[in-house]
C-alpha cells in the first residue's frame, strides 16, 4: 500500500493570496497525478509527471502550476487564488510500469472567499 | 472516445440489502484496465480493484464481488448484506493509454447510502 500525504487537509483564505497544497509520497513511484473534483462530485485531471523534471496539463484547463524537482514531491501553487478554485483537490501516484492502480492521498479542501 | 458511465448518481438501501452499482465504458483499446475507487466522507480514494481486459474471471472479495463482461462492456460491483460503513461514493474507472501517456477516465460516481 502506498502511502501518500497530502497537506493542508482543509484551507480557507482570501482572494489573491498565494498558496501551495503539498503532496508527498514514500513509495518511490515515478507517476504523480493532480485532480480536482468538484462538489458535484466529478474527478478532473489537472495535472500529471511521469518522473522528476517531467510535468504536463492534464485534461482540465487550470491557472495552478506544479513542479516535480524530486521524486517523492509534487507540490501544486495558485499565484493568486480566486473563488472558483474552490474545491477539493486530490493528489495521486503510482508505479511506472503496466496499468498499476492510482494511490490517492487524502485530499486538501480548499475555499477561497 | 474513451468514456465511463455511472447511471445510476445515487443509490439508498438498508442494511443488510444486496446492491449493485453499474459501470460502462468505451474504449477503442483492446488493452485497458478497469478499476473501482470507494470515497467515504473522509474525501480519500481507497483503491478496491482493478481488473485487466482479458481477464473476465468475476471476483469475489467478502462482501464485494465484481462482474466483468466484455460483450456489453460492463464492470459492474456488487456488496452483498450492505453495512453502514460501506455507505460512500463509489467511481469506476477505465485506464488509458494514448500516445504513450497513461490517465484513468473516471465515471462520475455513484452515492451510496445506507441506513440502518
Known amino acids: 500500500e502506498a502511502d501518500i500525504y497530502q497537506t493542508p487537509r482543509y484551507l480557507v483564505i482570501g482572494t489573491g493570496k498565494k498558496i501551495t497544497l503539498e503532496c508527498s509520497q514514500t513509495?518511490?513511484?515515478?507517476?504523480m497525478y493532480w485532480y480536482q473534483q468538484d462538489p458535484g462530485m466529478e474527478l478532473h485531471l489537472i495535472h500529471y509527471?511521469?518522473?522528476?523534471?517531467?510535468?504536463e496539463k492534464g485534461d482540465l484547463s487550470s491557472e495552478s502550476t506544479v513542479s516535480r524537482i524530486r521524486t517523492e514531491h509534487f507540490p501544486l501553487t495558485l499565484e493568486s487564488a480566486r473563488p472558483s478554485h474552490t474545491s477539493q483537490y486530490l493528489c495521486?501516484?503510482?508505479?511506472?510500469?503496466?496499468?498499476?492502480?492510482?494511490?490517492f492521498g487524502p485530499g486538501t479542501r480548499l475555499t477561497v472567499l | 472516445a474513451q468514456k465511463v458511465t455511472q447511471a445510476q448518481t445515487e443509490i439508498s438501501v438498508v442494511e443488510k440489502e444486496d446492491v449493485t452499482l453499474d459501470c460502462v465504458y468505451e474504449?477503442?483499446?483492446?488493452?485497458?484496465?478497469l478499476f473501482w475507487y470507494k470515497q467515504p466522507p473522509s474525501g480519500e480514494l481507497v483503491f478496491l480493484i482493478r481488473r485487466n481486459s482479458f481477464d473476465e474471471q468475476n471476483e469475489i472479495s467478502g462482501r464485494y464481488s465484481w462482474n466483468f463482461q466484455k460483450s456489453t462492456s460492463s464492470f459492474n460491483f456488487t456488496i452483498t448484506a450492505s453495512q453502514v460503513v460501506d455507505s460512500a461514493v463509489y467511481f469506476c474507472a477505465l485506464s488509458e493509454m494514448i500516445y504513450n501517456t497513461d490517465k484513468l477516465i473516471f465515471g462520475t460516481g455513484t452515492r451510496l447510502q445506507v441506513f440502518p
Open positions: 474504449t477503442r483499446d483492446t488493452t485497458y484496465y
Open positions: 495521486a501516484s503510482r508505479a511506472g510500469q503496466g496499468y498499476n492502480e492510482q494511490f
Open positions: 509527471s511521469y518522473g522528476v523534471n517531467s510535468t
Open positions: 513509495m518511490g513511484h515515478d507517476k
